[in-house]
T-cell receptor
């Protein structure tokens, strides 16, 4: 069964420094997608970045990059130059692939990031 | 271009009551998925609607039901509410076929069951 594991319940980072949030996944599908979302205390789930299983390049979106290591089944999120507004809960998610692809997302437990001034 | 909208924002119900939550997808999206997020947990998939039919369902009891309208908006109904149904209910919209890489979420409805 597909599963997402985020082993860091909470992380601290100094403002302007980079931080890596870990995510490992388990799937037997060859085709899948990996997502990272940010959830501030307001509750809305904000899309950050996407990586497809067949993408050869690591995805980047502004200050966000995804360190995709397919053999290790990891998809870590790297946030560069942290800002106070980055303080939030971060979720890694996987979309099931294959012919039954409906876009259903499987989420990890999340990592709470706190940025210190 | 409006994103995904949900109503109401907050809701308080008592055990045994029934509740209806509403979602309007992002413009151009025809698929709506519903998720339940308990406090401190990641969202859990409830079900997905496409072309006015339930296309996939997660591990939730029949007390959870839904509907999709011709304009792609959707409702989530929960009957016989339990204390454990207290959660943030998130709606996500995406293009139907194929779902693609877009999964945009609404602000959620926070349901409290007393």
């Amino acid at each position: 069964a597909q599963k997402i594991t985020q082993t860091q319940p909470g992380m601290f980072v100094q403002e302007k420094e980079a931080v890596t949030l870990d995510c490992t996944y388990d799937t037997s599908d060859q085709s899948y997608g990996l997502f990272w979302y940010k959830q501030p205390s307001s509750g809305e789930m904000i899309f950050l970045i996407y990586q497809g299983s067949y993408d050869e390049q690591n995805a980047t979106e502004g200050r966000y990059s995804l360190n995709f290591q397919k053999a290790r089944k990891s998809a870590n999120l790297v946030i560069s130059a942290s800002q106070l507004g980055d303080s939030a809960m971060y979720f890694c998610a996987m979309r099931e692939g294959g012919s039954s692809n409906t876009g259903k997302l499987i989420f990890g437990q999340g990592t709470t990031l706190q940025v210190k001034p | 271009d409006a994103g995904v909208t949900q109503s109401p924002t907050h809701l308080i119900k008592t055990r045994g009551q029934q509740v209806t939550l509403r979602c309007s997808p992002k413009s151009g999206h025809d698929t709506v998925s519903w998720y339940q997020q308990a406090l401190g947990q990641g969202p859990q998939f409830i079900f997905q609607y496409y072309e006015e039919e339930e296309r996939q369902r997660g591990n939730f009891p029949d007390r959870f039901s839904g509907h999709q309208f011709p304009n792609y908006s959707s409702e989530l109904n929960v009957n016989a509410l339990l204390l454990g149904d207290s959660a943030l209910y998130l709606c996500a919209s995406s293009p139907g076929t194929p779902p693609g890489n877009e999964q945009f979420f609404g602000p959620g409805t926070r349901l409290t069951v007393l």
